[in-house]
């Protein structure tokens, strides 16, 4: 499967952007979905995970209320909503699905997520 970010960019503090992550090559749906960040300097770190369903979700303590992951397994689309963006939220962010038979899983651990697509730069201005 092969993974398209997208939607990163400048935004100021307080501010929203939406990140889409479109999967092609395979059925998204076969797959748990999680977003991970990257800040310079930094560990990777996750930010978001939702089941292969999508009525099971997890999100990392710093971004809890005010970043929402949705999927439309129509398009074969991830999005991660992030709203009241801070300067701290500034990364490379990454989609990566985790292949599971489970539809109601979800997993915040970097293992097992056997494909990543490319980051997509987010920048929070102060």
């Known amino acids: 499967v092969q993974l398209q970010a997208s939607g990163g960019g400048l935004v100021q503090a307080g501010g929203s952007l939406r990140l889409s992550c479109a999967a092609s090559g395979r059925i998204l749906s076969t797959y748990a979905t999680g977003w991970f960040r990257q800040a310079p300097g930094k560990e990777r770190e996750f930010v978001a995970g939702i089941s292969r369903g999508g009525g099971s979700t997890i999100y990392a303590d710093s971004v809890k209320g005010r970043f929402t992951i949705s999927r439309d397994n129509a398009q074969n689309t991830v999005y991660l909503q992030m709203n009241s963006l801070k300067p701290e939220d500034t990364a490379e962010y990454y989609c990566?699905?985790?292949?599971?038979?489970?539809?109601?899983?979800?997993?915040?651990?970097?293992?097992?997520?056997?494909?990543w697509g490319q980051g997509t730069l987010v920048t929070v201005s102060s």
């Open positions: 990566a699905v985790h292949e599971t038979r489970s539809y109601s899983s979800t997993y915040s651990s970097s293992e097992g997520y056997g494909y």
